[in-house]
């Protein structure tokens, strides 16, 4: 090969020597013994035998090239002389010569075995003429664009079962003719993203398909293939965030990898196909009217090893005045945020709110949450967030023992209670604040929790964490005497008095044996 690439970049050398100098009238010179410029035909090389029903064989199709014109090349020269100084044309017309030959392009090479009424073809089908009969078509290693099944019936009109395996680029199905004979299809490993509704109803006999191992990541609700016994889905893509409605259209008894299929992207990679289908149906049937319910996570149960659904509703800034009567089962996170809820009762008395992890009742109109004391919620709760209510006070002794008992302490509890119009006097704050500073870890939002504000107050907005005893805990410098105060300093004078008189009485009785006065007068 390269010894005859020399040649011909030497006669393409020569010829423009000669051209030169018979322009010149001047005897061209060329030196090298190899150079030989022979017009060649273009020839093809058809290596092989014939066909042969009864036997095995390999066609082998290549397609040489044919060489530059003399006369093309001629034309070439005269234009570089032209353009660029005489001293450089002969080694540019040379240089452009091996270009030409070094990016020829070479045919793609495809090879075939043909057997009975079998065929199997490694990267294309080549154009052959193929016996009739061939029922069975394998096709491998294949980088179209389409695959067309209506130019293989065509071809292959007996064609029963069709085997497409490790395709790169395919991105579009085109669906065979109505008139048909295939029962077994099987597209594996093409890296197919989509097939789309229409494809199947002309596959009115087929009775396995095959799409392992693609990128496919969803399938239409409704397959129209009357005739199929077996499908195989496994190996792919599946994305659960998706509308998962055609995975429970599927038959167990036809797609025989049913309980392989598993989700491929966030948020449930690995996890099965199936049971995350079934979460999404029932969250969607026991949503509460005007929420939106997911599906964020779903995690293995240590002891059972069954997957246990992780439900999220979120019914914030909905205008509910108390808590939804119904929820998902199962449900692990309610987000209530504003809205106009007054009471947090549910909590204790709603079974469907027992199981309630993570509760976020901010900017609400909760003005007490005594409801909770005593309550089995407040024992295995991780979230409570309250910022932004009406609360003034607490059952801290409830809550203190509450969170003692709490499973999930001390990581995973969160408590929020930022933004709520606290009072701060001598009988809660003290206690309150105690509270602050034995759970601080768990308190979020520790330094938003202030005094609520009153026109005068040394105390208004304060941090209950930073105030001192004796700022809540202070006695007035002067007092306004007031009738009650009044009525009861009477009230002390006259008992004192009372038991002095009495105390005399006595004392006089003792000593002198008379009774006293008032005695004698009783009747």
């Not at 042969?52 to 040489?64: F, L, Q, T, V």
């Not at 009739?132 to 007996?158: A, Q």
């Not at 596959?203 to 392992?212: A, P, Q, R």
Request: charged letters at 25%; hydrophobic letters at 35%; a neutral charge.
């Amino acid at each position: 090969m390269d010894t005859e690439l020399a040649a011909k970049s030497c006669c393409s050398f020569c010829k423009t020597q000669k051209a030169i100098k018979e322009e010149k009238k001047e005897v061209p010179v060329c030196k090298s013994t190899r150079c030989k410029c022979l017009k060649r035909k273009p020839t093809t090389r058809l290596l092989g035998r014939p066909l042969n029903m009864g036997g095995d064989i390999s066609i082998h199709a290549e397609k040489k090239t044919p060489k530059n014109d003399v006369k093309r090349e001629h034309e070439r020269e005269i234009s570089t002389k032209e353009m660029f100084p005489e001293p450089l044309k002969s080694l540019i017309v040379v240089l452009i010569s091996l270009l030409e030959t070094s990016t020829k392009a070479r045919p793609q090479k495809s090879t075939c075995i043909y057997r009975e009424n079998q065929i199997s073809c490694k990267r294309h089908l080549p154009s052959l003429e193929y016996p009739v009969n061939i029922t069975h078509l394998e096709i491998r290693e294949i980088d179209w664009l389409e695959l067309d099944f209506n130019d293989l019936v065509s071809k292959f009109p007996l064609l029963t079962n069709v085997t497409v395996v490790h395709g790169k680029n395919i991105t579009k199905l085109i669906s065979p003719p109505a008139e048909n004979n295939i029962q077994v299809l099987i597209l594996n490993n093409l890296r197919l993203r989509r097939i789309r509704k229409e494809f199947f109803p002309n596959f009115t006999k087929l009775e396995e398909l095959s799409l392992k191992s693609n990128n496919l990541k969803n399938l239409p609700k409704q397959i129209e293939l009357p005739s199929i016994k077996a499908i195989y889905l496994s190996g792919n893509k599946w994305n659960c965030s998706l509308n998962l409605d055609w995975v429970l259209q599927l038959d167990e008894s036809i797609v025989k990898d049913y309980h392989n299929l598993t989700c491929h992207e966030e948020p449930h990679p690995g996890k099965s196909l199936v049971e995350i289908a079934t979460f999404m149906r029932e969250i969607e049937d026991e949503c509460p009217h005007r929420c939106y319910c997911s599906l964020p996570k779903v995690v293995i149960e240590p002891e059972t090893e069954i997957l246990e659904p992780i439900i999220s509703v979120d019914c914030s800034y909905k205008g509910f005045t108390k808590f939804p009567e119904t929820l998902p089962h199962k449900t692990k996170t309610l987000f209530l945020q504003g809205n106009e809820i007054c009471s947090v009762s549910p909590l204790r008395t709603n079974p469907l709110y027992k199981n309630i992890l993570d509760l976020y009742l901010d900017n609400n109109k909760i003005f007490s949450i005594e409801e909770l004391e005593g309550a089995e919620w407040l024992t295995q709760f991780r979230v409570l967030s309250l910022r932004g209510n009406r609360l003034t006070q607490i059952p801290t002794y409830a809550i203190d023992n509450a969170l003692q008992q709490n499973s999930n302490m001390p990581n995973a509890v969160r408590l929020i209670l930022g933004d709520n119009p606290w009072r701060c006097d001598c009988p809660f704050t003290p206690v309150f604040q105690e509270m602050l500073q034995k759970f601080a870890h768990q308190i979020s939002d520790i330094m938003e929790i202030k005094c609520s504000y009153i026109e005068g107050d040394e105390n208004s907005l304060v941090p209950i964490l930073e105030l001192s005893r004796s700022s809540v805990c202070r006695f007035p410098s002067e007092y306004s005497v007031q009738a009650l105060d009044l009525i009861n300093i009477i009230l002390i004078f006259l008992i004192i008095t009372v038991l002095v008189k009495l105390a005399y009485d006595y004392y006089h009785f003792k000593k002198t044996g008379r009774l006293p006065w008032i005695v004698t007068k009783m009747p």
